[in-house]
Each structure stands twice: as C-alpha cells, then as structure tokens.
C-alpha cells in the first residue's frame, strides 16, 4: 500500500516542481517626480536582461499614488525598469537606470518579487534665442556663456 501510494504520489510532486521553475515573478515600486511627489498614470516598462531585441517587452502604468506592479513577467533574471511615456515626456533614454532604488533587480525560483523605485529626471526644455545680429552670441553660447543673450538668467 504504501509503494503504491508513493508512486501516486511522486508525478504530483514532479509537477509541482516543474510549475515553480516556470518564471512567475513579480516587480513592484513607486515612480516619483524630480520632487519625490508620487507621478501617477505614467507608462513603465519591465526590461530583462539578455532577451532578443525584438522581444515585446512588459508595460504598466502607475496609479494614483505613484505605484507599479508588474505581475507574472515570463523570465527569470535581471531586469531594470524604466518609464516610457511619449506623452508625459519621458523614454528610456531621458529616464534610464540612473537614480533608480536599486538600478536592477533579479528574479529566480526562490526570489520571485522584488522591489524598484524609479525617479524620474526633470523633462527636458527649450533655450529661445533671440539675436541682435551681432557674432558675439554665438562664440558666448557655445562656451556656455548666456550673459550676453537678452532674457538668459
């Protein structure tokens, strides 16, 4: 009986041994503004590390108090985790891993959650020039020098 009950037993055991190996792990975090203010309904994507480029990568947005969850990401490893939000102003490139609390973090069976808190940098603005015709501004401008430009501060 007791063989018996030991090889019913032993699939379910493998099965469940295989089910916890499937990636099913979790990132969470808070985005917050240049100010440390929770930014709501901002667009964050999950990277992995070391996936095909071409590999659609996982998107959610933070809620009204600044917070992200992604849930169920399909691979273990490394991932950073950046807002790509064309309409708030803010890419990959603009927001990086730069300030990031940690700059990445890893998944494994036995690490399945981790948690992210992304910064946000201060959006990018314009300089308006305007000229007196004179040459001046522009040897002043490129060495960094706005004293001579009207309205730079």
């Known amino acids: ?3 018996f009950l030991g090889l019913f ?3 379910a055991a493998i099965a469940q041994e295989k089910n916890e190996d499937q990636p099913n792990g979790q990132i969470y975090g808070i985005v917050v503004d240049p100010n440390g203010n929770p930014a709501k309904g901002i667009t964050v994507e999950a990277c992995p590390q ?5 590999t659609v ?8 108090t600044g917070e992200y969850r992604f849930e169920k990401l399909p691979w273990w490893g490394t991932y950073r985790v950046y807002a790509e939000d064309d309409d708030a102003g803010y890419s990959t490139y603009s927001t990086g891993p730069g300030r990031n609390e940690p700059r990445e973090v890893k998944l494994t069976p036995h690490d399945r959650k981790a948690y992210l808190k992304v910064y946000l940098p201060l959006k ?3 300089l308006h020039i305007r000229s007196d015709e004179s040459k001046n501004w522009e040897r ?3 060495d960094g020098d706005f004293s001579d430009v009207d309205g730079a501060t």
């Open 140 to 142: 002043n401008i490129r």
């Open 1 to 3: 009986m007791v063989v």
């Open 124 to 126: 990018a603005g314009f």
């Open 57 to 64: 990568l996982p998107r959610t947005r933070s809620n009204d």
């Open 50 to 54: 070391g996936v095909p480029l071409s």
């Open 9 to 11: 037993l032993l699939p």
